[in-house]
C-alpha cells in the first residue's frame, strides 16, 4: 500500500531509540525526509546513519526537547533543510517508577515539562510550518498510563500521558480547517529499555496480563503511527488510538 507520502518532511523528537527510532525508519521506508531530535548525541547519530541507508535525507538536531529554545532549533533547522515540515511525531518521553508519595514537586514537574510542555511547544512550533501548507499530521505519544492510570507507571507520568490525550483532542478541533490532523496512540505494554527497566518478575505478572500474551514490539507501535502520519489518515483527527494486545485493565 502506498501511503502518499513519498517527500514529506517529519520532525520525530527523542528519536534516537525505542519507539522513536523505529517511527524514523518506518516514515524512512515510506521516502519521507528527516529532522530527528535527540537528548542522547550518540543514538541519535546512529538513528540518521540508519535512515540515510535507506534511501531518504536525514539531519540530527541534538537538544533537550522540554526546553524552548531547543525545539524552535529543532524547527528552524529541519526547515532549513528541507524547506518544509508536514509531520511531527511528538516522541520523547520518560518514565520514572515511583509511588506518589514519594514524587518531589520538583520529580513532578520535569516529567511535566519533557512529557507534556514538549508537546505543546513542539505543535505549536509545527503549527508554523503546516498552516500555510494545506496539510500537516501531528501524531503524540500518550500511553495505557494515560488512559486508565498507572499501576507500574507513576502518577507524573500518568498526569503527562492523559494531558497529551487532551491537548490532542483540542488541537484536532482548532487546526482541523488547515487539513492538519492531531491524534495520538496509547500504547500498553511495549518491549523497550523503559519496560527493560521493571524486574523480571514484573514483567512475567504485565505478559500474563495481556491477552497476546506478549509484549507489543516498538515496530508495530511505528506502523499504526506512520499511518496515521500518511494520506490513509486523512479523515482521521483527535482520536486516541490504544495499542494494547488486548488489555482492557
Ligand atoms: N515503552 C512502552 O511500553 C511505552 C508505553 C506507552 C507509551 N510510551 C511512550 O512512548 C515514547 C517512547 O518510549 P520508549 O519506550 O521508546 O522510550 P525510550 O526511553 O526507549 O526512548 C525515549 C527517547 O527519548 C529521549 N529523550 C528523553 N528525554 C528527552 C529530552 N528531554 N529531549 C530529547 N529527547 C529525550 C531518550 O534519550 C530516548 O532516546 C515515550 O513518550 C513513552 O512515554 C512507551
Redesign the pocket.
Known amino acids: 500500500m502506498d501511503l502518499g507520502i513519498k517527500g514529506k518532511v517529519a520532525v520525530i523528537?527523542?528519536?534516537?531509540?525505542?519507539?522513536?527510532?523505529?517511527c524514523a525508519v518506518s516514515l524512512a521506508k515510506e521516502g519521507v525526509h528527516l529532522g530527528l531530535?535527540?537528548?542522547?548525541t550518540e543514538?541519535?547519530k546512529q538513528a540518521v546513519e540508519e535512515v540515510k541507508a535507506l534511501g531518504v535525507d536525514a539531519i540530527l538536531v541534538p537538544?533537550?526537547?522540554?526546553?524552548e529554545e531547543?525545539v524552535i532549533e529543532l524547527f528552524k533547522k529541519t526547515y532549513e533543510r528541507f524547506g518544509h515540515i508536514d509531520i511531527l511525531i511528538?516522541?520523547?518521553?520518560?518514565?520514572p517508577k515511583l509511588p506518589f508519595y514519594e514524587i518531589t514537586a520538583e520529580m513532578f514537574d520535569k516529567v511535566i515539562n519533557?512529557?507534556l510542555k514538549?508537546n505543546f511547544m513542539c505543535s505549536k512550533e509545527a503549527f508554523k510550518y503546516m498552516k500555510d501548507n494545506g496539510w500537516g499530521r501531528i501524531v503524540s505519544?500518550?500511553?495505557?498510563?494515560g488512559v486508565m492510570g498507572g499501576i507500574k507507571s507513576a502518577a507524573h507520568?500518568s498526569a503527562s500521558?492523559a494531558g497529551i490525550i487532551g491537548i490532542t483532542k483540542t488541537l484536532a478541533k482548532q487546526v482541523g480547517q488547515y487539513n492538519i490532523t492531531v491524534n495520538c496512540v496509547?500504547?500498553?505494554?511495549?518491549?523497550?529499555?523503559?519496560?527493560r527497566m521493571l524486574p523480571e518478575s514484573v514483567q512475567a505478572e504485565l505478559v500474563a496480563q495481556i491477552p497476546l500474551k506478549r509484549?507489543?514490539q516498538?515496530e508495530e507501535?511505528a506502523k499504526v503511527i506512520t499511518f496515521l502520519a500518511s494520506d490513509g489518515g486523512s479523515y482521521i483527527t483527535g482520536t486516541c488510538v490504544e495499542i494494547f494486545g488486548g488489555y482492557t485493565g
Open positions: 523528537t527523542g528519536a534516537g531509540r525505542g519507539i522513536g527510532r523505529a531530535n535527540e537528548l542522547d543514538s541519535g537538544g533537550d526537547i522540554s526546553k531547543d511528538n516522541n520523547a518521553g520518560i518514565s519533557v512529557n514538549s505519544l500518550s500511553s495505557l498510563a507520568y500521558k496509547a500504547p500498553g505494554r511495549i518491549d523497550t529499555a523503559m519496560t509484549f507489543g516498538v507501535v
